[in-house]
């Protein structure tokens, strides 16, 4: 069984800046994807940010250059350094852990909430 334990959430300002972390334990196979998903109210659950085992990250277009995305292959745990912070990244932010060999699996936290305050 893999497991993902999210922290870092909470409530900033306008311009803050938070950081989440998310941590995989269980079996877990070395070439994988992880990465940060958010759903907001009424909205559907869209992509944040992933990064690769191999370090190849991908951003959506609405939080590049605000947000970095980093791993620790050794701790299997994965960050997410969200500065300039606006409205509009609140959201409940969900880690995800995938990868396929003959099967394709996937894996997800329980969810971090971060509000931003206007």
């Known amino acids: 069984q893999v497991q993902l334990v999210e922290s870092g959430g909470g409530l900033v300002q306008a311009g803050g800046s938070l950081r989440l972390s998310c941590a995989a334990s269980g079996s877990i196979f070395s070439t994988n994807v992880m990465g940060w998903y958010r759903q907001a109210p009424g909205k559907r659950r869209e992509l944040v940010s992933t990064?690769?085992?191999?370090?190849?990250?991908n951003y959506a277009d609405s939080v590049k250059g605000r947000f970095t995305i980093s791993r620790d292959n050794a701790k299997n745990t994965v960050y997410l350094q969200m500065n300039s912070l606006k409205p509009e990244d609140t959201a409940v932010y969900y880690c995800n852990l995938n990868w396929k060999t003959v099967l394709a699996v996937a894996y997800w936290g329980q969810g971090t909430q971060v509000t931003v305050s206007s």
């Open positions: 990064i690769a085992s191999d370090g190849t990250t």
